[in-house]
């Protein structure tokens, strides 16, 4: 399979194609962004920022890449990755964006997955410039992108593959970048993800339970998968890096995170539900063809 960069893109100010030229990405309103000597583009106006840096910071992306290097979550990239590829045409081209990619890792697994798939055309974007710049220095291949999932820069009906992995699902947006047919692939955690980390953390665990699964607006829902499986982490740095990616970090109290602090070694359980959904939205719906301010 190769891996190519995905060229629809759309100005983040107007919504009109951005076009390439040299090393700026333009469209017809003469809208012009930079693409980075590292080789990913900025895509999120400043005024569409919520803070100065938003996303993860660049240290929270450094023990994300270091934790995901050492192979923990590699089931759940191999279970992404087959699930992505599924039902997609032999000896054809297709797409993908991952809607929150964070420094890039399912996205180079993904990448590295055996598909019949002649082509496909990667996006990866996050909110974290600092996730974007470690994703492009450590694969080339894909199109890079700094943007927001609230106002994809992407043109309307141009990908096939939709990946949100833990993140922030705008199901409008989502629905508007999709092709007719196209999929949606989220993945969330499950009621005991973490349960042994969590538990040093914080006094008491409120009782979760999984509940059925809530169908957004436009989408049809295809299949549900649970995996769960368990790791040994024998390191005190892995866990302070897994901590550090995780929402934990901040809403644990100073004594949860100095009890996390002290741990050498750790048995977790890792649980996480991957849902599929279908466009079922006609591909000429309002929400298609409006523009975005």
């Not at 009782?207 to 049809?220: I, K, L, Q, W, Y």
């Not at 995996?227 to 934990?248: C, K, V, W, Y």
């Not at 996390?260 to 079922?280: K, M």
Request: charged share 20%; hydrophobic share 45%; aromatic share 6%.
């Amino acid at each position: 399979m190769k891996i190519s960069s995905f060229q629809a893109l759309a100005c983040p100010l107007d919504g009109a194609p951005l076009q390439r030229k040299a090393s700026a990405w333009c469209c017809a309103a003469g809208h012009s962004f930079d693409i980075a000597s590292q080789g990913y583009t900025h895509l999120l106006p400043v005024q569409k920022k919520r803070s100065l840096d938003p996303g993860d910071s660049k240290e929270m992306v450094a023990a994300r890449r270091r934790f995901l290097e050492a192979g923990f979550y590699q089931p759940i990239a191999a279970a992404v990755s087959r699930t992505v590829l599924a039902g997609l045409p032999s000896n054809g081209s297709a797409s993908c964006l991952d809607a929150g990619c964070g420094e890039g890792y399912y996205m180079r697994q993904l990448a590295a997955a055996e598909s019949d798939v002649d082509t496909l055309a990667m996006l990866g974007l996050d909110i974290s410039k600092w996730a974007v710049l470690s994703a492009a220095k450590q694969d080339k291949r894909p199109n890079w992108v700094v943007g927001s999932n609230a106002n994809l820069p992407v043109l309307s009906g141009s990908i096939d593959r939709v990946l949100c992995m833990f993140g922030f699902p705008v199901y409008a947006e989502f629905a508007r970048v999709l092709k007719a047919g196209g999929e949606l692939l989220q993945v969330d955690a499950g009621p005991d993800h973490l349960r042994e980390l969590r538990e040093v953390i914080y006094p008491t665990l409120k009782a979760e339970r999984a509940g059925e699964t809530s169908v957004p607006e436009g989408f049809t829902h295809l299949a549900s998968e649970n995996l769960r499986f368990q790791i040994e982490i024998n390191s005190a740095g892995l866990i302070a890096d897994l901590l550090a990616m995780t929402p934990h970090l901040y809403r644990a109290s100073a004594e949860g995170r100095a009890k996390a602090a002290a741990l050498t070694a750790l048995s977790l359980t890792v649980d996480v539900r991957l849902t599929r959904f279908s466009l079922s939205e006609p591909a000429g719906h309002a929400g298609r063809s409006a523009k975005r301010r």
